[in-house]
């Protein structure tokens, strides 16, 4: 039996819709803007079910800038790290110190200061940090601390990390104490939700920083330079080629018991179980001053048995991280999250299988929808789609809080309210063919109310091309060549668009149709498709609100230290050719014709004559109540044997300042001078004129004109003296 035929495009629309979610799923063509939504729903999920209580194991003793200003500017003397670790370590007989930070360099003063740090390091539990390059630069300096384990030929994975350089301590403090890297992943949108655990460097495994310290913590402190003496993680594996999945610890603090599981991802990372907004404040982790245990304020014993981690708060030393808790994030108490996410076996998994899992939740999804959304009315779809989609939402969810996985949900909840809008709209589109089709005609070039006013009678309007009396508008940016020439291609674009969207907004609020963009130009008129007996009144007044959103805008730039931008605009009232024109390839809704190129030729006037609007005669006609009109000349354009005269408004209509009005009628009798060839009067007419007003352009292309004129006749040159 065949189906109905808007049935069948009902379905065929919701398989390409489900076709594209599972390519995502897949990653055979991963969608940014999907990628965009299951981070942030990600994030959700960790703010909603993070435990954010106190950790007593790890605390953090902090480089803020109270001990900056105590202590002195970073890096300190050797000798002063050499005191912190025999105060946290003996004093108050933590079990294990980490350095959130790298010694790449040999200590201020003599080596002896080198010497020392090293002495309190060896053998004692501590970690310093380093830190790996994936910049293709290959860049190496101090010693890279021995593998945890040798990386065999099947485990070298297209799905790994490229590490190819590294910044560690100097060898004699790198043979004191072992070292992790404290690198972090910072997603597309700059968060950081990952950190590696193990990296494949130079033909073995490195550990990471917070690796390091739970496999000091775990062994009873028992520290060794090479942390190959310390039992070893077992890497786990899974699929053909292998693809890492996790690691394992042989046995937990005290001796042996339940191993220690870490879920990974493919690259070696792992999932950051954040547990509170993080800093001193945030209630994770207590945070001490590191001027105050260098002072020996604590009692003696307050840490002990404790991780301490070495960190940085202070803004001045850069260790803040955008996270899913917080904007600014202490770079340290990321690794303090992974270290107590791995001693509670709270580390989130994305698992190898997540994609399948989401393909097969899409497939049955996106079927059922697309076999019973179309038999069903509004009440029902809505009622299927949105049950459906709480119910995946509530299946992820769950599975995050009890079972601690990591699942994609926004190709399912896309494919689900994609499929459930797009038959709703189906459905409408057939009950209302004619007004969904002039929408479709007209809704790029015609303001959204204009095309409502329009829909209600669609059998006026079409697109077949007819002469009609309009007003024109061409608004170009001047001097946006040359700036453009200064600025890089993002910056260009921001600027454009951001100029564009305020200048079509104004369009539009003066109902004008959008005709075409053309670089840094933008072309409008009014009087088609919709019919108006004051088109050249709205698009006065549109120029008019443009050339002010143009001040706000320079204002701004202004205060920025940019440099102001001008617009020049040309309008031209007549009567044009509008219609669907075009090739077979692309065809657009437009406007031809002599009034057209007018307005266009008035436009490129505005730069001759150093005024933002240019109007010819027909507008001021029509549109002599919307402004105050100053007539400045006739003029030849390009492509027409008669002259133009031309018009540029002032203000707009209203109450006129005396200045303003003095100035016009003074004006008006000037030009009357000019056109007579009455020189001296119009010469102290202009003088005057122009002490009212030196910047405005068209005085001096008079008063130019005047010298021209007096240059070729010397007597009257003479006269003339003001």
């Given at each position: 039996?065949?189906?109905?035929?808007?049935?069948?495009?009902?379905?065929?629309?919701?398989?390409?819709?489900?076709?594209?979610?599972?390519?995502?799923?897949?990653?055979?063509?991963?969608?940014?803007?999907?990628?965009?939504?299951?981070?942030?729903?990600?994030?959700?999920?960790?703010?909603?079910?993070?435990?954010?209580?106190?950790?007593?194991?790890?605390?953090?003793?902090?480089?803020?800038?109270?001990?900056?200003?105590?202590?002195?500017?970073?890096?300190?003397?050797?000798?002063?790290?050499?005191?912190?670790?025999?105060?946290?370590?003996?004093?108050?007989?933590?079990?294990?110190?980490?350095?959130?930070?790298?010694?790449?360099?040999?200590?201020?003063?003599?080596?002896?200061?080198?010497?020392?740090?090293?002495?309190?390091?060896?053998?004692?539990?501590?970690?310093?940090?380093?830190?790996?390059?994936?910049?293709?630069?290959?860049?190496?300096?101090?010693?890279?601390?021995?593998?945890?384990?040798?990386?065999?030929?099947?485990?070298?994975?297209?799905?790994?990390?490229?590490?190819?350089?590294?910044?560690?301590?100097?060898?004699?403090?790198?043979?004191?104490?072992?070292?992790?890297?404290?690198?972090?992943?910072?997603?597309?949108?700059?968060?950081?939700?990952?950190?590696?655990?193990?990296?494949?460097?130079?033909?073995?495994?490195?550990?990471?920083?917070?690796?390091?310290?739970?496999?000091?913590?775990?062994?009873?402190?028992?520290?060794?330079?090479?942390?190959?003496?310390?039992?070893?993680?077992?890497?786990?594996?899974?699929?053909?080629?292998?693809?890492?999945?996790?690691?394992?610890?042989?046995?937990?603090?005290?001796?042996?018991?339940?191993?220690?599981?870490?879920?990974?991802?493919?690259?070696?990372?792992?999932?950051?179980?954040?547990?509170?907004?993080?800093?001193?404040?945030?209630?994770?982790?207590?945070?001490?001053?590191?001027?105050?245990?260098?002072?020996?304020?604590?009692?003696?014993?307050?840490?002990?048995?404790?991780?301490?981690?070495?960190?940085?708060?202070?803004?001045?030393?850069?260790?803040?991280?955008?996270?899913?808790?917080?904007?600014?994030?202490?770079?340290?108490?990321?690794?303090?999250?992974?270290?107590?996410?791995?001693?509670?076996?709270?580390?989130?998994?994305?698992?190898?299988?997540?994609?399948?899992?989401?393909?097969?939740?899409?497939?049955?999804?996106?079927?059922?929808?697309?076999?019973?959304?179309?038999?069903?009315?509004?009440?029902?779809?809505?009622?299927?789609?949105?049950?459906?989609?709480?119910?995946?939402?509530?299946?992820?969810?769950?599975?995050?809080?009890?079972?601690?996985?990591?699942?994609?949900?926004?190709?399912?909840?896309?494919?689900?309210?994609?499929?459930?809008?797009?038959?709703?709209?189906?459905?409408?589109?057939?009950?209302?063919?004619?007004?969904?089709?002039?929408?479709?005609?007209?809704?790029?070039?015609?303001?959204?109310?204009?095309?409502?006013?329009?829909?209600?009678?669609?059998?006026?309007?079409?697109?077949?091309?007819?002469?009609?009396?309009?007003?024109?508008?061409?608004?170009?940016?001047?001097?946006?060549?040359?700036?453009?020439?200064?600025?890089?291609?993002?910056?260009?674009?921001?600027?454009?668009?951001?100029?564009?969207?305020?200048?079509?907004?104004?369009?539009?609020?003066?109902?004008?149709?959008?005709?075409?963009?053309?670089?840094?130009?933008?072309?409008?008129?009014?009087?088609?498709?919709?019919?108006?007996?004051?088109?050249?009144?709205r698009a006065v007044a549109a120029a008019l609100a443009m050339h002010k959103a143009m001040h706000e805008i320079n204002a701004?730039?202004?205060?920025?230290?940019l440099p102001a931008l001008g617009v020049g605009i040309g309008i031209n009232t007549g009567v044009a050719s509008v219609g669907?024109?075009?090739?077979?390839?692309?065809?657009?809704?437009?406007?031809?014709?002599?009034?057209?190129?007018?307005?266009?030729?008035?436009?490129?006037?505005?730069?001759?004559?150093?005024?933002?609007?240019?109007?010819?005669?027909?507008?001021?006609?029509?549109?002599?109540?919307?402004?105050?009109?100053?007539?400045?000349?006739?003029?030849?354009?390009?492509?027409?044997?008669?002259?133009?005269?031309?018009?540029?408004?002032?203000?707009?209509?209203?109450?006129?300042?005396?200045?303003?009005?003095?100035?016009?009628?003074?004006?008006?009798?000037?030009?009357?001078?000019?056109?007579?060839?009455?020189?001296?009067?119009?010469?102290?007419?202009?003088?005057?004129?122009?002490?009212?007003?030196?910047?405005?352009?068209?005085?001096?292309?008079?008063?130019?004109?005047?010298?021209?004129?007096?240059?070729?006749?010397?007597?009257?040159?003479?006269?003339?003296?003001?």
């Amino acid at each position: 039996m065949r189906l109905p035929f808007h049935r069948f495009w009902r379905m065929a629309l919701a398989l390409a819709v489900l076709a594209l979610a599972l390519l995502h799923a897949l990653g055979v063509h991963e969608s940014d803007l999907l990628t965009l939504a299951d981070q942030r729903l990600y994030d959700a999920r960790l703010r909603l079910f993070m435990p954010a209580t106190l950790d007593e194991r790890v605390v953090i003793v902090d480089v803020d800038e109270a001990s900056l200003a105590e202590l002195g500017q970073w890096p300190w003397p050797r000798e002063r790290m050499a005191e912190l670790v025999e105060e946290v370590l003996r004093r108050q007989r933590a079990s294990v110190i980490g350095f959130d930070a790298v010694f790449a360099e040999a200590g201020r003063g003599s080596e002896e200061s080198d010497a020392r740090f090293a002495a309190a390091l060896q053998g004692r539990p501590a970690v310093l940090g380093y830190y790996l390059t994936s910049d293709r630069q290959g860049r190496r300096s101090g010693a890279l601390p021995a593998p945890i384990a040798p990386l065999l030929a099947a485990q070298d994975t297209p799905a790994l990390m490229l590490w190819d350089g590294y910044g560690a301590s100097i060898a004699k403090l790198a043979s004191a104490a072992p070292q992790g890297f404290f690198n972090a992943l910072v997603d597309s949108d700059g968060i950081v939700r990952s950190v590696p655990l193990v990296a494949a460097v130079d033909g073995g495994w490195r550990e990471s920083l917070a690796l390091a310290v739970v496999r000091q913590y775990l062994y009873g402190g028992v520290a060794q330079a090479s942390s190959q003496a310390l039992p070893a993680p077992a890497l786990q594996w899974a699929g053909e080629p292998p693809l890492l999945q996790g690691l394992r610890l042989p046995h937990t603090r005290g001796g042996p018991g339940q191993a220690l599981q870490v879920p990974l991802t493919a690259s070696g990372a792992a999932l950051a179980p954040y547990r509170g907004p993080g800093g001193a404040r945030g209630g994770s982790f207590r945070y001490y001053p590191a001027a105050d245990v260098l002072r020996g304020s604590l009692p003696e014993g307050a840490l002990a048995g404790r991780i301490v981690l070495l960190g940085f708060t202070a803004p001045g030393l850069m260790d803040l991280r955008a996270t899913p808790v917080s904007a600014v994030y202490p770079g340290v108490e990321v690794h303090a999250n992974l270290i107590s996410g791995m001693l509670d076996g709270r580390v989130p998994a994305r698992p190898g299988y997540a994609p399948v899992l989401d393909a097969a939740l899409l497939l049955a999804s996106g079927l059922l929808l697309a076999l019973l959304l179309p038999a069903l009315g509004v009440a029902g779809a809505l009622a299927l789609g949105l049950g459906l989609a709480a119910a995946l939402a509530a299946l992820n969810f769950w599975l995050y809080a009890a079972q601690g996985l990591a699942l994609p949900l926004a190709a399912q909840l896309f494919v689900v309210m994609a499929l459930l809008m797009l038959n709703l709209g189906y459905g409408y589109f057939i009950e209302s063919r004619a007004r969904r089709r002039l929408i479709d005609l007209f809704g790029t070039y015609v303001p959204p109310e204009l095309v409502q006013r329009m829909a209600s009678q669609p059998e006026l309007y079409t697109m077949r091309a007819e002469a009609r009396e309009i007003t024109v508008m061409f608004c170009d940016m001047r001097g946006f060549t040359s700036l453009s020439e200064t600025m890089a291609p993002l910056q260009l674009q921001a600027l454009l668009n951001r100029i564009f969207t305020r200048l079509t907004q104004v369009i539009r609020e003066h109902e004008g149709t959008i005709d075409k963009y053309m670089g840094d130009c933008v072309m409008a008129f009014w009087g088609a498709p919709l019919r108006s007996s004051n088109h050249a009144a709205r698009a006065v007044a549109a120029a008019l609100a443009m050339h002010k959103a143009m001040h706000e805008i320079n204002a701004e730039r202004v205060c920025m230290g940019l440099p102001a931008l001008g617009v020049g605009i040309g309008i031209n009232t007549g009567v044009a050719s509008v219609g669907d024109m075009g090739s077979n390839v692309r065809r657009a809704y437009t406007a031809v014709g002599d009034a057209v190129n007018l307005a266009a030729r008035l436009e490129a006037q505005t730069r001759t004559w150093g005024v933002t609007i240019l109007a010819g005669d027909a507008t001021r006609a029509q549109a002599e109540d919307v402004a105050v009109w100053q007539r400045l000349d006739r003029i030849s354009v390009r492509g027409r044997q008669e002259e133009v005269t031309i018009h540029t408004p002032r203000a707009p209509a209203g109450p006129v300042a005396a200045l303003l009005a003095q100035e016009l009628a003074l004006w008006q009798q000037a030009l009357d001078d000019w056109q007579a060839s009455r020189l001296r009067p119009f010469a102290q007419k202009l003088h005057a004129l122009r002490a009212i007003r030196p910047d405005f352009e068209p005085y001096a292309i008079y008063a130019n004109r005047l010298q021209a004129r007096l240059a070729e006749n010397p007597p009257a040159a003479e006269r003339c003296q003001v």
